[in-house]
């Protein structure tokens, strides 16, 4: 399945655990010896009452995450398509919460996110030496990226979407260092769980364009949770009001957030979800 070209492998587990390890997840993930993917998406069985299933989510390099956005969408695509749930609207478990999924008649997807988080230790995010600049009381926070100073520090706002992301503004997504800062900022030191490095232009307070480096992955087509992240940027340092189009190389996405006095407001993204094929494969003991 695909999402604005985020792509994945979704498992049906509602029967049978099938036990992949690690390296399993990594075959299937393989673009020349498995089926080739950005995540491995697994639906499981309610884990208990008011919850219709459990969503796992593996990266490419096999590592369980805790949250993906395009991902969710494909996932109540999947369960309707394969006649697990005939319901429009389904809540389902992740890692670090519960998430609610509906279908539009129009075939695009809703999903609400949940609320943003900021507190760094929750991020997780550790707070680096250098202050902040602060625009329209929100922070970016300077990142040195090599001991040498040869990559000159770059500004991120920090927030989590049940999984963490690094958001900077920059002038031309198309020209921006993605392939050269997107690493060392996903393995900078002050994220101890490493982190999703977006890189956002904005093109008006209604339109942005965005690429994502994403952890475990690489850069991706598109990133749901990348986009909610950058809009909630966007819109804590005064630059956007929503709803917001956020244009990635893979598609738009667009993401409402009501930026309320306690930041509580839960983040809506909605955008396709397609289904390419269905098939069967045996999987190595790995």
Known sequence: MQGAGNDFVVLDETRQSFGLTAA???????????????????????PGPGIDFEYVIHNADGGEVEHCGNGARCFV???????????????????????EL?????GRVTVNMGPPVFDPARVPFVLPALPPLVQNDWQKWPLALDA??????????VVSMGNPHAVQLVDDVDTAPVATVGPLVENHVAFPNRVNAGFMQVVSRNHVRLRVYERGAGETLACGTGACAAVVAGVRWGLLDAPVDVDTHGGRLTISWEQTADLRAPVYMTGPATTVFTGTIDLPAL
Not at 78 to 96: I, N, S, W
């Open 24 to 46: 399993q997840y990594r075959f299937l993930a393989d673009r020349h010896f498995g089926v080739g993917a950005d995540q491995i998406l697994t639906v499981r069985p309610s």
């Open 77 to 99: 695509r999947f369960v309707r398509e394969q006649g697990l749930t005939t319901q429009d609207a389904v809540r389902v478990k992740v890692k670090h919460g519960v998430i």
């Open 102 to 106: 509906r279908m539009n008649p129009d």
């Open 148 to 157: 040498d100073a040869l990559i000159a520090p770059v500004l991120v706002g």
